[in-house]
Protein backbone atom coordinates (compact mmCIF):
# COMPACT_ATOMS: atom_id res chain seq x y z
CA UNK A 1 0.00 0.00 0.00
CA UNK A 2 1.38 3.68 -0.99
CA UNK A 3 1.72 5.87 2.46
CA UNK A 4 1.21 9.04 2.56
CA UNK A 5 5.11 10.74 1.39
CA UNK A 6 5.07 8.20 -1.69
CA UNK A 7 2.02 9.96 -2.82
CA UNK A 8 3.72 13.43 -1.98
CA UNK A 9 6.68 12.14 -4.44
CA UNK A 10 4.24 10.99 -7.25
CA UNK A 11 2.66 14.46 -7.12
CA UNK A 12 5.60 16.26 -7.18
CA UNK A 13 7.16 14.02 -10.30
CA UNK A 14 3.73 14.61 -11.92
CA UNK A 15 3.81 18.29 -11.23
CA UNK A 16 7.25 18.45 -12.92
CA UNK A 17 6.54 16.30 -15.72
CA UNK A 18 3.16 18.39 -16.52
CA UNK A 19 5.54 21.71 -16.52
CA UNK A 20 8.42 20.80 -18.50
CA UNK A 21 7.24 18.02 -20.72
CA UNK A 22 9.19 14.67 -20.70
CA UNK A 23 11.35 15.83 -23.44
CA UNK A 24 12.99 18.26 -20.44
CA UNK A 25 13.17 15.51 -17.89
CA UNK A 26 16.68 14.04 -19.06
CA UNK A 27 18.02 17.64 -19.52
CA UNK A 28 17.21 18.18 -16.05
CA UNK A 29 18.60 14.83 -14.98
CA UNK A 30 21.61 15.10 -16.82
CA UNK A 31 21.92 18.76 -15.44
CA UNK A 32 21.73 17.47 -11.39
CA UNK A 33 24.66 14.72 -12.36
CA UNK A 34 26.97 17.41 -13.46
CA UNK A 35 25.97 19.87 -10.60
CA UNK A 36 27.03 16.54 -8.31
CA UNK A 37 30.18 15.67 -10.30
CA UNK A 38 30.98 19.15 -9.92
CA UNK A 39 30.64 19.46 -6.16
CA UNK A 40 32.12 16.24 -5.71
CA UNK A 41 35.60 17.53 -7.37
CA UNK A 42 35.28 20.95 -5.51
CA UNK A 43 35.19 18.89 -2.22
CA UNK A 44 37.91 17.03 -3.29
CA UNK A 45 40.06 19.97 -4.51
CA UNK A 46 38.99 21.87 -0.79
CA UNK A 47 39.92 18.89 1.33
CA UNK A 48 43.76 18.57 -0.65
CA UNK A 49 44.71 22.17 -0.27
CA UNK A 50 42.94 21.60 3.80
CA UNK A 51 45.35 19.23 4.19
CA UNK A 52 48.48 20.60 2.39
CA UNK A 53 47.87 23.85 4.55
CA UNK A 54 47.91 21.93 7.51
CA UNK A 55 51.04 19.71 6.68
CA UNK A 56 52.51 23.15 5.31
CA UNK A 57 51.81 25.40 8.62
CA UNK A 58 52.88 22.49 10.83
CA UNK A 59 56.21 22.69 9.05
CA UNK A 60 56.73 26.57 9.27
CA UNK A 61 55.61 26.07 13.01
CA UNK A 62 58.45 23.72 13.30
CA UNK A 63 60.65 26.18 11.28
CA UNK A 64 59.37 29.54 13.13
CA UNK A 65 59.97 27.88 16.53
CA UNK A 66 63.55 27.90 15.81
CA UNK A 67 64.67 30.99 14.54
CA UNK A 68 61.21 33.34 15.70
CA UNK A 69 62.03 36.27 17.98
CA UNK A 70 60.06 35.54 21.32
CA UNK A 71 56.80 37.49 21.68
CA UNK A 72 56.62 40.00 24.48
CA UNK A 73 53.75 41.47 26.38
CA UNK A 74 53.16 44.54 27.30
CA UNK A 75 54.00 44.78 31.10
CA UNK A 76 57.41 42.82 29.80
CA UNK A 77 58.21 45.62 27.21
CA UNK A 78 57.59 47.63 29.93
CA UNK A 79 59.59 46.76 32.16
CA UNK A 80 62.33 46.30 29.71
CA UNK A 81 62.35 49.61 28.61
CA UNK A 82 62.41 51.23 32.14
CA UNK A 83 65.02 48.44 32.85
CA UNK A 84 67.14 49.94 30.15
CA UNK A 85 66.59 53.65 30.83
CA UNK A 86 67.96 53.07 34.35
CA UNK A 87 64.44 53.41 35.85
CA UNK A 88 63.59 51.80 38.61
CA UNK A 89 60.22 49.77 38.89
CA UNK A 90 59.64 47.43 42.16
CA UNK A 91 56.57 49.07 43.95
CA UNK A 92 55.49 50.83 40.72
CA UNK A 93 52.21 50.66 38.84
CA UNK A 94 52.55 50.47 34.73
CA UNK A 95 50.88 54.04 35.06
CA UNK A 96 53.49 55.42 37.25
CA UNK A 97 56.16 53.27 35.37
CA UNK A 98 54.60 54.72 31.55
CA UNK A 99 54.97 58.52 33.28
CA UNK A 100 58.55 58.02 34.76
CA UNK A 101 59.87 56.38 30.90
CA UNK A 102 57.79 59.57 29.33
CA UNK A 103 59.35 61.97 31.65
CA UNK A 104 62.83 60.49 30.65
CA UNK A 105 62.08 60.58 26.70
CA UNK A 106 61.24 63.93 27.05
CA UNK A 107 64.71 64.47 28.91
CA UNK A 108 66.58 62.89 26.64
CA UNK A 109 65.22 64.22 23.71
CA UNK A 110 65.85 67.89 25.36
CA UNK A 111 69.52 67.39 25.58
Do not use: C, Y
Amino acid sequence: MIDGWEWIIIGVVAIIIIMWGPAKIPEFARSLGHAKGEFNKAQKEFTSAATATTATTSNAAVIESRSAPVIKSKDEMLLETAQRLGIPTEGKTREEISEEISVMVKMLGAD
